[in-house]
Structures are given as structure tokens and as C-alpha cells.
């Protein structure tokens, strides 16, 4: 039991039924749950954020005269599937039949995490006090209306190979690991939500980035929230949480096979981040994730693992999805 996150749960609690604006973010363990009115916000240089419409800064001129150098230095793949093969071990003895199994890759830049956050493009990005910075296009929940939305976003392909869009929606291994993130969050959904749906099912979206462009997969999920949920914002994500999307099925024993399987912690990544406007909820998931250690940039990143996974596919996923969403 974590009093001081279960205080903080208490918190978000009273501001959301207030109806008082505020940012939070809470880590991937959900050991850390912080969180800053816009007042608190406009105090502090030193964590920035866009989430949606909402953003607490200015953004500077970008010189175009300086080079964006991000390059990743990333483990060899025998090292990567000694890692995998313990994943596959457990979805072959029936424990799980999905998991999101991530790694952490040491990158090169000129640009320092701030110039970093300014430079790229999602509909959520953080600066957190020189630590980390995040560019994530991935939405955890979305609360409008007394409705609940969530979009898992599954199945990445480089989008400049021949038909590229209609290899992704026809691979099998995609679709299976699409449709077992979609029961999960529709298992999730239930318990703080009725009458929830699949409103839109595999649509593709199209990302560009510094190294190569992308077609990504996501769906959206719909339902009504509960009574007794209404205006309860701690306790919502406190429920929904670790978020289906970046752990696997069932949400349990997925936790403890990553715990033993990536040989580095997470900490906020994989984590969430949102803002509350007083009325209605957004809040996406800390993915697209580089963590300053010591003044060495490291990305952490990952991909959905099922039986149909193929390791050496996997490896060259995790190194595609190390990327910066530029202007």
C-alpha cells in the first residue's frame, strides 16, 4: 500500500469534482503521482506540457542551421532475444497471451531533451524537469460527457514500402495482436463504464518522424460511465491502471514476467500523462520516451508480443519506433 499515491488519488479526487483544472502524471508502477494546478504550472519552468489544446508555454524560433542528430545506437538482437525468448517461453506455457515487451537504447544527439520537446510534434509531449521528455500520439482515456474513450494503438509499419498500408492490415500477427489489446481495454472499460463499443475498428494513421515515416493502427472504444465513477478522476485512472496497452493479457502475471524479463526499469514510461479542464478528461500514454541518465540519452521503446511474433520483426520494430515527430 502507497499512502502518499493514494493521497494523491484522493487529490485528483476533490480538484475533479471541483471541477479545478490540473496536469498530472503518474509512472508505469504507479509509485509517483504527480500533479500541478495551472497555477503550479505557470510557476514552474522546469515541466512543460501539451496535452490536446492545452500547453503551458511558448514555443521558441527553431533554427533551421542546426542539424537534428538522433541516432540509436541499438543492443545487438542475440542480446534482444535471449530477453524474447523468456517472453515467449511464458505465452507458450498459456500464462499470457499477449504482452508489451520493451527495451531501453542508448541514443546520440546534439539537441538537449529541451530543444528535443520543442522540436517535435504529438498530441502529447512533456518536458519533465530535464529527466525525460515524451512526444507520444497514443490517447489512454478520454472522458466527454459522462462518456469514456480509449484508442489502443497497435501495429506499426514503415510506411514507405510497397503498399505498406495493406501488408499491415492483412498481417495476421498485427490483427491478432490488435484485437487482444481491443478485448482488454473493452475488459478494462467495464469497470468504471456500461454499454461500451468499438466505434471504430483498425483505422490507419499516418506518422512522420526524423529517421522514416510510419503507418500506425488504433481503434476506438466507447462506453457510459458509471454512477458511482462520476467526477472520481483519481480513482478512474487509479482503476484502469497500468494501462492495458503497454502490459498485456492477463494484466497480472504480465506485470511480473516484465518485471523479471527487461533488465532496466521503466519509471514514467509507459506511464500516463493528462489534463483535466475542469469539465472533461485527456490523457495519452507515455510512449515515444527519452530519459536523460547521467547526461546520456537513452529511448525506451517496444511492440505487443504474441505467439505469432516473430523475434527478428520485433527487434527491427523496437529500432523503428526510435524516432523524433518533427515540424
Known sequence: ??????????????????????VFFIDFLKNDFAIFTEEDLSKNPDVLVQIGTYKNFQPPKISAEKDFLFLP??????????????????????????????CKTRVESNLSLKEIFYRSKAKYKVFFRNEWVCFS??????IKQGNIYTYPMKGTIDANLP??????????????EHQKSVDLLIHDLKKVAQNIQVSDFRRVDYLQTNRKNLYTTSSEIVGKILPEWEGKIGSILNRLLPAGSILGNPKEESLKIILESEDYSRGFYSGICGYFDGENLDSGVLIRFVENENGKLFFKSGGGITAKSNPRKEYEEVI???????Y
Open 1 to 22: 500500500m502507497n499512502k502518499k499515491f493514494d493521497s494523491q488519488v484522493a487529490k485528483a479526487d476533490s480538484l475533479g469534482i471541483k471541477k479545478t483544472p490540473f
Open 73 to 102: 545506437l541499438p543492443e545487438s538482437f542475440e542480446d534482444y532475444q535471449k530477453r524474447f525468448q523468456k517472453i515467449s517461453t511464458a505465452i507458450e506455457s498459456g500464462k499470457i497471451d499477449l504482452i508489451n515487451f520493451t
Open 137 to 142: 500520439p497514443e490517447t489512454f482515456i478520454e
Open 163 to 176: 503498399d505498406a498500408k495493406n501488408t499491415l492490415l492483412n498481417d495476421p500477427k498485427e490483427k491478432e
Open 320 to 326: 523503428h519506433k526510435i524516432y523524433v515527430p518533427i
